[in-house]
């Protein structure tokens, strides 16, 4: 994943499931490419009301901070029994996790985070935070959830743009280091998923469509298996329904990657569609 020429995989805990699982897939991603692993988990007061006339103010940042520790010690102990020769960093910050995963996310070469939960002491909701670091962060983000499928293909989401264009990049990237075959997606479509069922509907598309669209793809597929000569690329090109036809995928693939915006305003803000 080297979209950001970074030395370090950085990874936020918060004690839950998610962020544990999260922990496990930066270990194995910082020792596979010979990255440092940076452990990080944030303080945040913001659920505990913190200043208010009620709250007694040194115990409750005693309390979450000596919480925020031993989820930290864990956390480290953890990653270093899994892969001993790791070289792992480890900070406890005050503040806002989203915020500073994108500060992080600068010079990283990429950011893991759990897709949700709350954490132990709920002292920091990284779960609740996914969407605004992947749609903010400067690197690649790997968000964990569901069952690790380590047999599973890397699938990919296709359309054409630019950050479609580094997801690909990515992709070829992740499916070599994995061994595994690469599933390249192309949808030209957002209608919904029953759209095309009636056999009358589907006759109405012209064939030349379907052809520009296998041309797109291939286009996006272009030079990257030369480079990567490993890979064995499947493609696939559908009608219809984007959301749905990755979703599919995702129940047998053990990591979809797509471009973090795409079509539509407030590109600085939402993801694509």
Request: with cysteine; hydrophobic share 45%; proline share 4%.
């Amino acid at each position: 994943m080297s979209a950001v020429d970074g030395n370090s995989v950085v990874v936020g805990v918060d004690g839950s499931e998610h962020s544990k699982e999260a922990l496990r897939v930066a270990a194995n991603v910082a020792a596979k490419r010979g990255l440092r692993l940076k452990i990080v988990h944030a303080l945040d007061f913001a659920p505990y009301g913190f200043g208010g006339p009620y709250i007694d103010a040194g115990g409750v940042f005693e309390w979450i901070e000596a919480s925020g520790k031993s989820i930290l010690s864990d956390a480290v102990e953890a990653a270093r029994e899994r892969k001993p020769d790791l070289d792992i960093e480890a900070e406890m910050s005050i503040g806002n996790s989203s915020q500073w995963l994108v500060e992080l996310s600068e010079t990283a070469r990429v950011v893991v985070i759990g897709a949700s939960g709350v954490g132990a002491a709920t002292t920091a909701l990284l779960g609740n935070n996914t969407l605004s670091v992947t749609t903010h962060a400067h690197c690649p983000v790997v968000v964990v959830r569901g069952e690790i499928r380590p047999e599973g293909p890397v699938v990919v989401g296709v359309d054409g743009s630019p950050t479609s264009a580094r997801a690909v990049a990515v992709a070829f990237e992740e499916a070599s280091l994995r061994e595994v075959p690469l599933v390249a997606v192309h949808i030209w479509s957002d209608l919904g998923s029953h759209t095309f069922e009636d056999p009358r509907a589907a006759a109405l598309v012209p064939g030349r469509i379907e052809d520009e669209e296998h041309a797109v793809l291939a286009e996006a597929l272009a030079g990257w298996q030369d480079q990567y000569p490993n890979v064995e690329v499947k493609r696939k090109v559908y009608i219809d329904n984007p959301r749905a036809r990755l979703l599919e995928w995702s129940k047998k693939a053990q990591i979809v990657v797509v471009g973090s915006r795409g079509r539509g305003g407030f590109r600085s803000m939402l993801l694509g569609s």
